[in-house]
């Protein structure tokens, strides 16, 4: 593959600031020195900078040589994750228990990559807001936290356009969906309240145990026998605690998990089932249930026109086989959401290789090959979007 010069230039230069960021991560709303080194960066590049935006957010301008009131906004997000790093890598993480493995550290590269890269051939017209984002991950909606803190008043731009690596597909090829892309997922709390009592004497007790082994049974038949069959939706338990000995039925049960689902009608639907389905079951078992939303990430859905004009600029900069048609939307939610919401454009992914470790694995590291072919994407869509 073909880089221009100023990419091919600063190739082992963007090895070099992936790296460091993935051995300091830093997780939701905690990318302090995440922000510094990206301002600094960007000052560097003699990039205007606007900082603190939703928390730890960052936002670059640079505008082109041709005079337009055209703007468009590229979004990396930059927060690591909660948990601790197996690679055992020279530049692994440094910070205990946390560890970039989604990939937001080559994410925020590629971006750095293309702000430079403009920055000394910026033939282009009217403006580019380069946008790095915090909290992604975790359900914090660092995106929302920056559209709340006026990312889309302050900074007047007519559609914003994001990027994920994705392990398993070929290197640099993309998948670009029109329309749905992503689920949207929301997290769900049941307390089961009975009545305690000593394990030989359960007919003096409610028994919250067997109540929720009845609720999780009768939760799955929702998905099964009320929803229809062509929609997609994904109910799953990840949480279930209860009891402290041996003897003793407890007063109370807990069920976590989450709810994937694909678009807002559904979405209320199935919230609204699953809360309905729980208590009636509980109270075949003398139990009540105390009920919690805790509301996720909305879908993911490119503006359709958005996705249709990359997929030509992608094919058109890297070559005609290099999408991918046949990847489906996936069940994962992504707060970027939240921007396409406000302003047309298109989440795509961009595939790291087929042997790649998947995401959120302690044993996952992001593929530097893929941060030159990043940087060409940002590159090229700029230049087409403000010739």
């Known amino acids: 593959m073909n880089f221009e010069k100023n990419i091919q230039d600063i190739i082992p230069i963007m090895e070099q600031w992936r790296q460091k960021i993935h051995s300091k991560p830093e997780i939701a709303y905690e990318e302090f020195e995440t922000s510094k080194f990206i301002t600094e960066k960007l000052e560097e590049f003699g990039i205007e900078v606007h900082k603190g935006i939703g928390g730890t957010g960052v936002v670059g301008i640079l505008k082109g040589n041709k005079k337009s009131e055209k703007a468009i906004g590229l979004r990396a997000d930059m927060d690591a994750l909660p948990m601790s790093e197996k690679t055992n890598l ?48 975790g359900g914090r909606a660092g995106a929302k936290s920056m559209i709340n803190d006026g990312l889309f008043d302050k900074f007047k731009m007519d559609s914003v356009w994001g990027i994920h690596n994705w392990p398993g597909l070929e290197l640099g090829k993309a998948v ?41 049974s009768s939760l799955q038949t929702i998905l099964s026998r009320q929803l229809d069959p062509f929609s997609n939706a994904v109910l799953s338990i990840t949480k279930v605690n209860a009891g402290t000995a041996f003897n003793v039925i407890p007063e109370s049960s807990y069920i976590g998990g989450t709810l994937r689902s694909t678009n807002d009608k559904e979405r209320n639907y199935l919230l609204k089932k699953i809360e309905e389905t729980s208590k009636n079951t509980a109270l075949a ?3 009540d249930i105390e009920f919690k939303i805790n509301p996720g990430y909305p879908p993911t859905i490119n503006d359709k026109n958005s996705a249709k004009k990359v997929n030509e600029i992608y094919k058109n900069t890297f070559g005609e086989d290099m999408v991918d048609p046949n ?30 470790e998947k995401l959120h694995s302690p044993y996952y590291d992001f593929n530097d090959k893929l941060l030159p072919i990043g940087t060409k994407y940002w590159t090229s869509l700029v230049k087409n979007l403000l010739p």
């Open 90 to 137: 020279k530049y692994s993480s440094r910070n205990p228990g946390k560890m970039h493995a989604c990939g937001h550290d080559g994410h925020v590269t590629m971006l750095l990559g293309a702000a430079y890269n403009l920055s000394k051939d910026n033939n282009f017209s009217g403006t580019v807001y380069f946008i790095f984002q915090p909290a992604e991950e």
């Open 176 to 216: 670009i969906h029109e329309e749905f892309a992503m689920a949207g997922g929301d997290l769900f709390e049941i307390n089961i309240i009975g009545k305690g009592g000593h394990a030989a004497q359960p007919q003096h007790s409610n028994d919250p145990v067997i109540a929720l082994g009845f609720i999780i």
């Open 285 to 287: 078992h003398n139990c």
């Open 327 to 356: 990847q489906s939307a996936t069940m994962g939610s992504e707060d970027f959401s939240y921007m396409l919401q406000e302003r047309p454009g298109a989440y795509i992914w961009l595939g790291c290789g087929e042997n790649s």
